[in-house]
């Protein structure tokens, strides 16, 4: 991030992205001074399937907070003990380092429906592969089934 486009990148600020309805798509197919990643490529070189990991991303991410109130961890003394910003690990593809948090469930309700979606998500993955045993129908490939590989 430039200090143009987001000044005082440490500080966790989501109203900078308020005004922003760029798709991921279309960040990295234009000027690349406005990407906000080159995680998926560039170019000739793009990930054919960066739409649907916005959209994955997006659903799942977005669910947590209908599901759960996430909170720090409190310490002994009973003080929240922030996540560390710069504790991250990873190479190309860098991601915080594992830290403690709270997830409590918003309501009985709410919890059922995930451990559904959970378990509805889990019959359609081969128990070998944790793949998905047959692609869904509408997507690209849905004729295609993966191969087994012995090994």
């Known amino acids: 991030m430039g200090a143009e486009r987001s000044p005082d990148p440490r500080r966790f600020n989501p109203d900078r992205f308020a005004d922003d309805e760029t798709t991921l798509y279309q960040s990295v197919t234009g000027d690349s001074k406005k990407r906000d990643t080159f995680t998926f490529g560039a170019v000739r ?18 669910r947590l907070p ?6 720090k961890v409190l310490d002994n003394q009973r003080q929240s003990i922030p996540p560390p910003i710069d504790d991250l690990v ?19 309700g709410r919890i059922k429906v ?27 490939f849905s004729t295609w089934t993966p191969e087994k590989t012995e090994g």
Not at 45 to 61: A, K, N, V
Not at 122 to 132: G, H, K
């Open 45 to 62: 070189r793009l990930c054919p399937g960066i739409h649907i990991t916005e959209r994955s991303f997006f659903l799942g991410i977005s």
């Open 66 to 71: 209908w599901g759960f109130n996430v909170s």
């Open 90 to 108: 990873g190479g190309v593809i860098a991601q915080p380092r594992d830290y403690p948090a709270k997830f409590t469930p918003m309501s009985p």
């Open 114 to 140: 995930v451990r559904n979606a959970v378990k509805e998500f889990d019959a359609r993955l081969d128990p070998e592969t944790e793949q998905w045993s047959k692609v869904l129908e509408g997507m690209a």
